[in-house]
């Protein structure tokens, strides 16, 4: 084995770096969609009036159908490929938490209905982004490097708390729970662009 790296294991080298850190950026926009209820539900709920049986309904659908729709978003990936199923994947759970923020214009039993249709929504369009992160590092990282690429993009998922838990809190604060929504959502779509 050389000790010299080739000019081609150095383009190599930064085209998985690249991917990497795609794979970090898009990571954390998903969390930070994902924690967006979190932020914001203490003040929905008491704007619209829901009690906690029904925020738990509410914060429980996300899960519901994110495990529902892993099996088939990893086919989905396998058949259409990782590329425009994530694009296609970002850009939808983005649209949908935009609209949670519509929700407001609801009140009692169908802001719930409205806002556990949406979070099932979210979930279902996000089932695909691990899996997906999960086959381009298998597809463009050697086996001695998979572990390091995976910890790198699930890092992100802990700065999407770090970076966007106080920012979304502001925006909560200062501009109403519904920007919330629509600042992360659109956010999302401009990732996903």
């Given amino acids: 084995m050389s000790a010299v790296a080739t000019v081609d294991d150095v383009k190599r080298s930064r085209v998985r770096l690249l991917i990497v850190a795609m794979l970090f950026f898009v990571t954390t926009i998903n969390y930070a969609d994902r924690a967006t209820l979190s932020i914001a539900g203490p003040s929905l709920s008491k ?17 519901w159908s994110y495990v ?3 099996i088939p978003g ?13 694009a296609f994947s970002i850009m939808i759970w983005s649209v949908f938490t935009v609209m949670q ?3 407001g214009f609801f009140s009692g039993g169908a802001a719930i209905v409205a806002l556990f249709a949406l979070r099932l929504l979210v979930g279902l369009a996000e089932a695909p982004s691990f899996p997906a992160n ?3 590092v298998a597809a463009w990282f050697p086996g001695n490097e998979r572990g390091t690429a995976s910890a790198f993009f ?15 809190g502001w925006i909560a604060h200062d501009f ?8 992360m959502g659109v956010i999302g779509i401009l990732a996903g662009l």
């Fill in 101 to 103: 923020g519509w929700v």
């Fill in 176 to 183: 109403g729970w519904r920007y919330v929504f629509y600042v």
């Fill in 154 to 168: 699930n890092s992100g998922q802990y700065f999407a708390t770090v970076l966007f838990a106080p920012l979304m």
């Fill in 68 to 70: 529902a729709a892993q």
């Fill in 134 to 136: 999960a086959r381009i």
């Fill in 47 to 63: 704007e619209l009036g829901l009690d906690p049986v029904a925020m738990g309904y509410v914060f429980s659908a996300f899960g």
């Fill in 74 to 86: 990893g086919w989905l990936l396998d058949r259409y490929g990782s590329k425009w199923v994530y």
